[in-house]
């Protein structure tokens, strides 16, 4: 059939599956959210100017409420975060950035203190605060905690390639400081001031081998990722399909009877913040001798061994020590969410593409269409009196899967070797769209800049991982000239019955959302006033 | 006259070290440069907890992890909260 018409949808208790980018979606991972890579984007920049850039933008610590206080979000000390980059094909990182934290105390290290007590008989009493008064720079007398950082560049593989420090293009420095998480409005003034502070905390930045200044920031953001997650949670407590002719989610279609509509209200994720490592390179000094795309994917990893300090202080809580050993994996958004099962997700997140075999069935033989038929096809044949046997694709292998996930598409995004192997894949020739043009549904719309050619801020990557599991690469895409429909000939209609539906969440999400600068992504949320979140 | 906790000490000191030898060989067996591939060791022998973090300390940051799966361990340590100071006091944070 062409159209199905869903009514009211009936759970039908069975297991759920977590829709967050990648925010606490493994056992082990959710214990440790300092580490918890979250969201990557990658992307020709579409700043004014920033032409044959490419900018990388990775997210850690989810799901952060701005009041988090007195700590707030510092990245782990004992943490190796790294971005890696393929520009051969062969699932083996080329390049990696590694980034390594230290954190200090203010006064000189030794904490911001009182003297407290009657004249002549004061003691001095360290203060509980990460700040006593308003913040306006790293050097401020009032700023309690300062993270620093240092940038390093691996070229080869990244445990066993050769280490070059990555320099301040002004001051030759090696150490970056980040900003402090945005306390609140009367620590730093106002939104506008917040903003000033932490923009002074975006380096220019010399990068061994590679002619012409990259760009370098670590910190808060407001978060980026839109999602309707308690209702997904919730046996997707919702019709996930558009209810109305939305311009952009439903331009053509038929409006489905009780399904959802566009709305920001159903962006649970709205006041939260995020962590953000954020890159921005010449795309020459990125592509090497490849064909011009690029996968990059980011880790993060911990020493082996860690044992807990009985006499904790503030340098050493703990001692850590042995083999870096990675618990955290990112590339492409929503496959540890959505592809790999319960049992492996921390397998996963311990794995480098390169070994991606293991993972192959996940991708061939996807579970998550299989969940959303079995939550809705009773609902919809009760509903429309239909005898639908099956909404999900029935071509199996989902080979339709493996190029969204594994290997990229040829022509667009797919690297000179092909490997199978989850990584976020930029054509670094495709010029970037502007934020006004750009569509939120990429190159399913037509817009061969978006996702999943990289992953901008704006694109909605669950929408389409929704439309793509469900089948919508079996149908024609506006990708040929003057966006004529082109069949990929990975699949055909016939193999997926309702992959044609525009399936969404619900929760809108635009470039015009965001900045248009570096780091792009938005100021982060105060702490205070309340309502302010 | 000996200090009973020195003496204990010495004591988990000289197991510990009895059993160096056998675990440093079961750790170097467990390394791979494949990260996708696992050497079990060849022998179900219970390693003790205490030697295996000494040993994984003594790794360099850029070398494989060593895979546990197979590994029975002993914690013979468990009452003794000396058996990390020397890790404490010379590790790197």
Known sequence: ?533 | MQNPRAARTLKLHWRLLAAAGAVAALVSACHNNDDNAYTPPPVNTAVPFTIFAQQAFANAANSTPVAVNNINFDFDSNDDPTAFNNLIAEGSF
């Open chain 1, 1 to 533: 059939m062409n159209r199905i018409r869903w009514g009211v949808a009936v759970a039908l208790g069975l297991p759920v599956f977590a829709f967050a980018s990648s925010h606490r979606e493994a056992p082990n991972i959710a214990r440790y959210p300092t580490l918890d890579a979250t969201d990557l984007y990658m992307f020709n920049s579409y700043e004014s100017g920033r032409a044959g850039y490419v900018t990388i933008l990775a997210n850690y610590i989810p799901l952060q409420d701005s009041y988090g206080g007195p700590n707030y979000f510092a990245l782990d000390p004992a943490g190796l975060y790294e971005i890696k980059i393929d520009n051969t094909g062969d699932g083996v990182e080329d390049l990696t950035f590694q980034f390594q934290f230290t954190n200090t105390l203010g006064n000189n290290g030794n904490g911001i203190a009182l003297n407290i007590g009657p004249t002549g008989n004061t003691a001095s009493i360290p203060v509980p605060l990460k700040n006593v008064g308003m913040i306006s720079g790293a050097s401020s007398p009032n700023l309690n905690f300062v993270q620093t950082y240092t940038l390093t560049l691996v070229t080869g593989p990244a445990r066993t390639g050769a280490a070059s420090p990555i320099a301040n293009a002004t001051s030759g420095g090696t150490t970056f400081t980040r900003p402090m998480d945005y306390i609140g409005q009367k620590s730093f003034g106002s939104d506008a001031a917040y903003a000033t502070y932490a923009g002074q905390y975006i380096y220019n930045i010399t990068v061994p081998g590679c002619s012409g200044t990259g760009r370098v920031f670590v910190g808060q953001r407001q978060e980026g990722f839109v999602v309707n997650l308690g209702e997904i949670f919730d046996l997707v407590d919702f019709v996930p399909i558009e209810g109305d002719n939305n311009p952009v989610y439903n331009p053509t279609g038929t409006p489905f009877p009780g399904g959802i509509t566009q709305n920001a209200a159903n962006n649970i994720l709205a006041n939260k913040n995020i962590t953000t490592l954020a890159l921005e390179l010449p795309a020459a000094c990125l592509k090497g001798t490849g064909n011009g795309v690029i996968g990059a994917w980011t880790n993060a990893s911990t020493r082996q061994v860690r044992v807990f300090n009985p006499s904790p202080t503030f340098a050493k809580p703990e001692v850590n020590g042995g083999a870096w050993t990675q618990v955290s994996r990112l590339g492409m958004p929503l496959v540890n969410e959505v592809v790999i099962g319960l049992p492996a997700k921390d397998a996963f997140n311990a794995s480098a593409p390169s070994g991606d075999a293991q993972f192959l069935n996940y991708v061939t033989n996807p579970s998550l269409p299989a969940l959303l038929n079995a939550l809705f096809l009773t609902a919809v044949n009760q509903t429309l009196g239909t005898t639908l046997t099956n909404l999900a694709p029935t071509n199996f292998p989902r080979t339709d899967l493996e190029a969204a996930f594994l290997t990229g598409f040829a022509g667009l995004n797919q690297l000179a070797t092909v490997t199978p192997s989850e990584m976020l894949r930029l054509n670094t020739a495709v010029a970037a769209t502007p934020a006004a043009s750009q569509n939120p549904l990429g190159v399913a719309a037509g817009d061969l800049a978006g996702f999943p050619n990289g992953r901008r801020p704006g694109d909605d990557v669950v929408d389409i991982a929704l439309r793509v599991v469900m089948g919508a690469l079996c149908y024609p895409l506006p990708i040929g000239a003057n966006g004529a429909p082109t069949n990929l000939g990975l699949c055909a209609p016939a193999d997926a019955p309702v992959g044609n539906q525009p399936f969404t969440d619900g929760a809108p999400i635009n470039a015009g959302m965001f900045q248009t600068t570096f780091p792009y992504l938005n100021t982060p949320l105060p702490g205070s006033p309340i309502g302010a979140q």
